[in-house]
Structures are given as C-alpha cells and as structure tokens.
C-alpha cells in the first residue's frame, strides 16, 4: 500500500549520501511513539550510539509478570510482556529524517492470545470478542520513516509514513507514557483513548510553531488481527487530527478527534473518538490525565472514560505508582452500559544494574468497583495482583 511503498523509499534515501551531520532536530529525538511526545522535561531511558553522520538509539523495556485475579471471571498466567525500539537520524538537505522500527516478542511470551484483565473489552481471539483478557502487542508495533524541517526559527514541519504505526489520535500509548512506566498491564480504557497506537498504512503531515503542533492523519482503521507476526494491510479509510499544546518543558497537553472505520472484526459500524490529555513530568514525578469517548455509528452511544496514573521515585531506587480509572463499558458477559472503575497502586525497586540495563522488582494490586447486577458474573470484591520483575536499557 501507499504507507508501505513510502516507507521503502525511505530506506532507500537512508542508504544514499547525504552531507555532515547536524544537530538532531529535538522533536524527533523525543518522540515516544508515532509523532506523539511525553513533556521534554520527561527522563528517557535512551543509549545513544553516535555512528559517524548517524546517530543510532535504542530504548526498551520487558516484563516478566505472575498475574493472579479473583472471582468468577478472574485468570492466572505467568505472562512477559515487552518492546524494543530502534531509531536511526540522519540530516537530509535542510532537516533531518528518522527511520523508526519497534517490536514486541508478546506474541510468544503472552499465550493463547490474552492475559487476563478483569472488565477489558475491545479486541477478539480465537474469532470471538476477547472479554476479560488483554491481547498482545504485535510484533511489529512500528516501521516508519519520518522527515523533520524547520521553516524560521520557531516553526518546524514534519512527514511521517508507515506501514505500521501510530496516528495523530490519544495521548502518548500507555506503554510510551513516562506515568505508566512501572504499570505493564494495560488499562482498561485502553480502547477509549490509545489503542490506534498499532494501526496500519498511516501517514501523517504536521506543522509546530511555538507551543502549538498541528497533526492529520489518514490510516486504515480495522485493528490488527490475530496473526500477531505479520504486517496487516488495507485501505486508508480513517482519519484523525490531533493539536498539541505545550507552554513548559513540564507540560504537554492534547485534544484530538478521529473515525476509525470498523476497528473491531467483531463488532458493526465505525467509532467516532475524541480524547483530551495533560501530562506533566518533573525530576521525580510523572502524572497524566486522559479522557476519551468512543460513538458508535451502529448503536449510536456515547461512551466515556477517565484516566489518572503517576509515578513518583524516590530514594533514588524505589517507585510508588497509581491508576484511576472510570469506564463506561458495553461489551461485558451480561449484556448492559455499566460503569466500571479501577484502581491501581504498585511499588517497584531497581534492584541491580548493569552498563546498558537496570532491573526492578515489583507488584500491583487492583481493586475495581461495578454495578449489582454484574456481581453473579465477577462475585462482590473480585482483585487482581501482579508480582514481576522489570527489564529496562538505560543510558550508559
């Protein structure tokens, strides 16, 4: 398709010669998935590997998570989860371009396609809708080449394609954002806000000047399938348009509006999103807030969710995390609109590190609240916890 062709001739342009390397443009070097960016002030776990006129980085993380939950519905597995990502700048004539490839070994490390997640909704498996369970990340959650330009001293213009990749639609992917980092599980609005983060065929033109960046995007809408290895295909039939606002290196905000034709092979009629964000980073603190909203063209309902997580490190080797969440969701076992809320509170502790990697122990406990009515189905207080042990690059 159109995405995938850009892509390849992007490569091509990589292996051409091209003059001396400038000074990488910032807003490629602190993107964290497609175009979207936690706060500049954000720490990045990044190792840099300047290579000539090339400057090569490599960022990841990996999970491996005993997952125990409660209740009639609730699951067990031992799961890992992870994604590595590899990005590679150059300069080309008065910008720059990047070539971005990120994977996840998900699809072998999370079997029969889910981990249990009590009241996630949003995907299939096995051909029917997945209730209760979270799917895996494919393993190519992007391959995109994207080009950078500065027109004047305050404002920049930017291209990006990809076979696989993220339009300009959420906040930053709950995997990416710097409040999440110590929460691998996904959250349960994931469907409401960011689960376009692995869509197919995007392309994606934006302009920033100041503190405002302006983003449109085409994609195709359908999510990805259940082969988890492969690169899917299809029409640019969505899009979206994102405007991003950021007044200090600490804060950045988004209000973004998109259809998405046909996202789930389960379920009739495109879904209309609009979400709004804030993000705030500092030295020791990571907060977030998101809402989202999904209309569907075939029932015609509006759905609502709200989200708020934060990390805080302290003592330099601990973690205390926490997620908020209120869902209205229409996909349970028992058919109904029920709003449903959950609550996350984590601790982590590095516990050693190496040259290029750092380590961590941890564990979440989940506690959720719903209407009566679901009670025969989930049992009155059903819980979730999960003990793992964290892999992360770092800087050097």
């Known amino acids: 398709m159109r995405a995938t062709r850009i892509f390849f001739a992007g490569l091509l342009l990589a292996s051409a010669s091209v003059r001396a390397q400038i000074p990488a443009v910032p807003f490629l070097m602190e993107q964290a998935s497609g ?3 936690n706060p500049s002030s954000a720490s990045m776990d990044m190792i840099h590997l300047p290579r000539g006129s090339w400057m090569l980085m490599l960022h990841g993380n990996a999970f491996l998570a005993d997952m125990q939950q409660t209740g009639p519905r609730g699951g067990d597995k031992f799961v ?10 150059h300069s080309a004539g008065r910008g720059e371009f990047a070539l971005r490839a990120m994977l996840s070994l998900d699809p072998a490390t999370v079997t029969k396609r889910a981990y249990p997640l009590l009241f996630q909704t949003g995907e299939t498996a096995f051909g029917r809708p997945l209730i209760d369970g979270q799917h895996p990340h494919d393993f190519f959650m992007e391959l995109a080449f994207e080009y950078a330009r500065p027109l004047g001293e305050h404002t920049l213009v930017n291209f990006y394609a990809a076979p696989v990749g993220d339009p300009a639609l959420g906040p930053v992917a709950f995997p990416h954002r710097a409040s999440a ?14 689960s376009t983060h692995i869509a197919n065929e995007v392309l994606t033109v934006g302009i920033e000047r100041g503190i405002f960046r302006l983003e449109a995007s085409g994609f195709h809408g359908a999510e990805p399938n259940e082969n988890r290895w492969n690169i899917d295909r299809g029409a640019v039939d969505s899009w979206s348009a994102r405007l991003w606002i950021a007044p200090i290196d600490r804060i950045s905000a988004q209000v973004s ?27 020791a603190v990571s907060a977030a807030f998101i809402w989202g909203r999904n209309h569907s063209t ?8 709200w989200l708020a997580e934060s990390v805080l490190r302290f003592a330099r080797k601990n973690y205390l995390t926490g997620r908020l969440e209120q869902v209205d969701k229409d996909e349970l076992s028992v058919p109904g609109i029920y709003r449903i ?21 941890g564990a979440n406990f989940s506690a959720y609240t719903f209407p009566t009515a679901l009670q025969p189905a ?7 916890l999960e003990l793992f042990l964290r892999f992360r690059l770092k800087k050097s």
């Open 35 to 37: 175009t979207s960016a």
């Open 80 to 89: 890992s989860t992870s994604w590595f990502m590899f990005s590679a700048l």
């Open 298 to 305: 075939h029932t015609r309902r509006d759905l609502d969710s």
């Open 341 to 361: 809320g959950a609550y996350t509170l984590g601790y982590t502790r590095d516990i050693a590190s190496f040259r290029y990697l750092t380590t961590g122990l």
């Open 378 to 384: 989930y049992g009155p207080h059903p819980l979730g």
């Open 257 to 283: 509006a998109g259809r998405i034709a046909r996202p789930e092979a389960a379920e009739a009629g495109d879904v209309v999103r609009a979400t709004a964000s804030v993000a705030y980073a500092s030295g």
């Open 181 to 194: 980092a110590e929460l691998f599980q996904a959250p349960i609005s994931h469907h409401w806000q960011d």
